[in-house]
């Protein structure tokens, strides 16, 4: 298995400019969950999805961030317009469930 | 006060030592108590996952939970320098519900 799949790996972007990250969860895996993690905050939980359907999102900041799941095996974390303080590892990771979470490699997010 | 609490260290071990890392909580309603270890650069991953109060080990690693002082502990025997990383306290309050996680504590075992 080639566990959890993010892209890109590494993005450095203007503030202001959109931001896709994308991932694909482990297949047979139900719930997947979006995380940020920073030194001054730690590992936050910003939304999670069972069965494609998003379930809490109250960590999301604000309306600038956005996720999708279309299918059961890939889901995007949107942020437009991109502001510094969204500089990040963002994480992505999927479980059954009642399982343990599997994180993904996550993306290294820079917004100058 | 947040709902979970860890040391950030840094904590700096000579190889072969015994490391106790700990977690404070505040919420009773916890239920499930885990341990993620997360290498530079890379996402965590689970280590030890235990329900309620009580000991669990697995090789050199063993998971306490003490739920009457909202305390967990994590201890690592023998510590090899491969067992430098960021350890995350986790707890949930179901199996179901979401995964609260510590800010983690960095540790270096030294050769």
């Known amino acids: 298995d080639a566990g959890v799949i993010q892209s890109p790996r590494h993005e450095v972007t203007e503030m202001g400019q959109e931001v896709t990250l994308r991932c694909k969860p482990i297949?047979?895996?139900?719930?997947l969950f979006w995380y940020r993690q920073t030194m001054m905050r730690g590992l936050e939980l910003l939304i999670y999805f069972n069965n494609n359907v998003p379930i809490d999102d109250s960590g999301m900041p604000e309306d600038r961030f956005s996720a999708k799941m279309p299918n059961a095996s890939f889901s995007t974390l949107k942020i437009q317009p991109s502001e510094p303080r969204d500089s990040a590892v963002y994480f992505c990771?999927?479980?059954?469930?009642?399982?343990?979470?599997?994180f993904g490699p996550g993306t290294r997010l820079l917004v100058l | 006060q947040k709902e979970v609490e860890q040391d950030p260290g840094p904590l700096s071990v000579p190889e072969g030592a015994i490391v106790s890392l700990n977690c404070t909580y505040s919420n009773s309603a916890f239920q499930y108590f885990m341990w993620y270890r997360q290498y530079s650069r890379k996402g965590p991953e689970l280590l030890m996952y235990t329900y309620s109060s009580g000991n669990k080990e697995d090789g050199r690693f063993t998971a306490q939970v003490d739920k009457s002082s909202k305390y967990i502990s994590l201890f690592i025997r023998d510590s090899q320098p491969s067992d430098s990383a960021t350890y995350l306290c986790?707890?949930?309050?179901?199996?179901?519900?979401?995964?609260?996680f510590g800010p983690g504590t960095s540790l270096s075992v030294i050769p």
């Open positions: 986790a707890m949930r309050r179901t199996s179901y519900d979401k995964v609260i």
């Open positions: 297949s047979g895996h139900n719930s």
């Open positions: 990771a999927s479980s059954s469930s009642v399982g343990t979470q599997y």
